[in-house]
């Protein structure tokens, strides 16, 4: 009885020894010691209390063991380069866009594919088609309502009036015609409303005709014709041109003079201007033929094209005057069958970009319409990506004046890579292209192989009275 009471009273010390010692640190328990959490002792009535625990039953305690490292988030470093998602768009109300453009009249194939990529452009922005005329873009609603002035300034002016003030649009893009652009920036000034020009190209746009709420992603002439005399410069030196008699014709004659003299060219007489609708071009090319020229710099849009060259090759210019135009559409191209293995100049074609927005919209416009995009379907979809843009910048506020704030200096990606809107002048500064001419013939379009990309700087054009605006840009021209 007594040799039983002892070692009651030794199991019993055990366990006040364990209860009153204190936490386990890295020192391994004594393996006569009673198991415990180090929290948590356990109660006496748990210790048998006619035995001592064998102190080989006792399991291993580990306390010190540190955890996996990667199994606490909190030390998970950041991820540095991949910066916070955007917070997606919001506008307060639905957007309005007034799109004008040249849907059945003499430039209606420029028309059809502004159009188009305008809105393929948005769906690209939404991530899916319209739903009821209207795009979603984040939390912003999107609405485009469209008129064709069939390429008549006075058209453009009803139409546009008609946006304005019926269907009360916030934003207006278009049109095909320069001259009709001349009459919607007029309109847009008056009642203060941004105007994204898209695809027209004259150079007054953003020279004589500025005003602070004209924007564009069209390229102007300067832009085509230091793409294309940087490198005419280089097989010729005295040249002769022809282009029709309107603000996109003698901007681009004006243009061409400049730039092909800038880069060492010489002209060997006036301009030759004829009618936009000429039909009857052997008055004209019997002047090119006798020019002395080495080659003859086309400026010219629509249907014009077809019997200029058609009279060129019958009457035999071609074999004395080199022909040195920039490539238009992609219907246009088998007039160039005089020029192949030539080089020369492009705005855009959908074989020249590599980038995944040019990418989707190769692959959204065949599927869609049957075709590969065309020569202004690029500017059309970065005239819908620059209200999308510029809505972001501006915090979803349409108000003329915070958009004319978010659209100068905006950069953005489209279908030619980078688009930068210079904040002096509004021009659109965007990659050009020099191809050679393979073929006119691909049933798929397939003409050209690149040769180079350039990004032109044109001058800036504002009138005298707004010269201050361009800093430190060339004023006026290249050559002084």
């Known amino acids: 009885m007594n040799k039983l009471a002892l070692l009651a009273l030794i199991a019993l010390t055990f366990v006040i020894v364990a209860c009153a010692a204190p936490a386990p640190t890295a020192t391994p328990v004594p393996p006569t010691a009673v198991p415990a959490a180090p929290t948590k002792p356990p109660a006496p009535t748990a210790v048998p209390p006619t035995a001592a625990p064998k102190p080989t039953d006792a399991p291993k305690v580990e306390p ?24 997606a768009l919001k506008c307060d109300k639905t957007i309005k866009v007034g799109l004008i453009g040249d849907y059945s009249g003499p430039l209606a194939v420029y028309g059809t594919m502004q159009k188009r990529s305008f809105l393929l452009g948005l769906e690209h922005a939404a991530g899916a088609p319209a739903k009821d005329g209207v795009f979603k873009v984040g939390d912003c609603s999107i609405q485009v309502v469209d008129k064709d002035d069939k390429g008549d300034v006075n058209t453009t002016g009803t139409v546009a009036r008609q946006l304005i003030e019926v269907d009360k649009v916030d934003v207006l893009v278009g049109t095909v015609s320069s001259g009709g652009t001349a009459t919607l920036q ?97 008055p004209y090319l019997d002047q090119v033929a006798k020019s002395g020229a080495e080659a003859f710099i086309v400026t010219w849009a629509g249907a014009g094209f077809v019997p200029m060259f058609k009279t060129a090759r019958e009457m035999g210019v071609f074999d004395k005057v080199a022909l040195a135009a920039s490539v238009a559409d992609n219907a246009t191209v088998p007039l160039y069958v005089d020029a192949l293995g030539t080089n020369s100049g492009i ?134």
């Open 64 to 87: 010190t063991k540190a955890p996996a490292p990667t199994a606490v988030p909190a030390t998970k470093a950041p991820e540095p380069t991949k910066p916070p998602a955007p917070a």
């Open 186 to 282: 007029g309109l847009a000034r008056d009642n203060k409303k941004v105007l994204i020009v898209a695809p027209a190209a004259a150079n007054d746009i953003t020279g004589k005709d500025f005003n602070e709420y004209t924007f564009r992603t069209s390229r102007n002439n300067y832009q085509d014709m230091i793409n294309l005399c940087q490198y005419l410069t280089t097989k010729y030196k005295k040249f002769v041109q022809i282009a029709p008699d309107y603000a996109f014709g003698r901007g681009g004659a004006a243009s061409a003079r400049d730039a092909c003299t800038k880069f060492g060219g010489t002209f060997t007489r006036d301009d030759i201007f004829a009618p936009l609708d000429t039909k009857e071009f052997t």
């Open 347 to 480: 705005l855009y074609h959908y074989t020249l970009p590599k980038n995944a927005i040019n990418d989707w919209l190769i692959k959204e416009t065949i599927a869609r319409h049957k075709v590969p995009p065309d020569l202004f379907d690029a500017d059309g979809m970065n005239a819908a990506l620059i209200p999308v843009e510029g809505l972001k910048k501006a915090g979803g506020k349409v108000e003329s004046a915070d958009l004319i704030k978010a659209f100068e200096g905006l950069e953005f990606n489209g279908p030619k890579g980078k688009i930068q809107i210079r904040p002096q002048d509004h021009v659109a500064i965007q990659d050009m292209y020099i191809v050679k001419i393979l073929n006119v013939t691909d049933k798929d379009f397939k003409f050209f192989e690149l040769t180079s990309t350039t990004r032109p700087e044109p001058p800036c054009l504002l009138p005298e009275a707004q010269k201050a605006r361009c800093g430190n840009l060339p004023f006026g021209t290249l050559t002084k």
